[in-house]
Nanobody
């Protein structure tokens, strides 16, 4: 059974940082692109960033470019999202997702597997 489990969310002050983790089980991440999405209260889900299966290619939404960094450690079957310079507009539930795709990633495409999400709240 495939599972993606996010962790690392929490409450942080304006301008602070958080690092989210996404641990996969039931699959080997080497063959999967990973993306992070977020959904704020009352808003549609937004694609934030993605990384290809070996970590060579990344994409970022304009809203997070320069502040967020996606990375992965395939040996640990884990992906990460480092979030810096957080603002209240970043408050949302953050989800990781995986899809079998090699050598590229696309943020807004269909992903096969999803985690349950981890909440991030940024206070002003």
């Amino acid at each position: 059974q495939v599972q993606l489990v996010e962790s690392g969310g929490g409450l942080v002050q304006f301008g602070g940082s958080l690092k989210l983790s996404c641990v996969a089980s039931g699959l080997t991440l080497d063959n999967y692109a990973i993306a992070w999405f977020r959904q704020a209260p009352g808003k549609e889900r937004e694609g934030v960033t993605c990384i290809d299966n070996i970590g060579d290619s990344t994409m970022y939404a304009d809203s997070v470019k320069g502040r967020f960094t996606i990375s992965r450690d395939n040996a640990k079957n884990t992906a990460y999202l480092q979030m810096n310079s957080l603002t209240p507009e970043d408050t949302a539930v953050y989800y990781c997702a995986a899809t079998r795709l090699l050598d590229l990633c696309v943020i807004n495409m269909e992903y096969d597997y999803w985690g349950q999400g981890t909440p991030v709240t940024v206070s002003s």
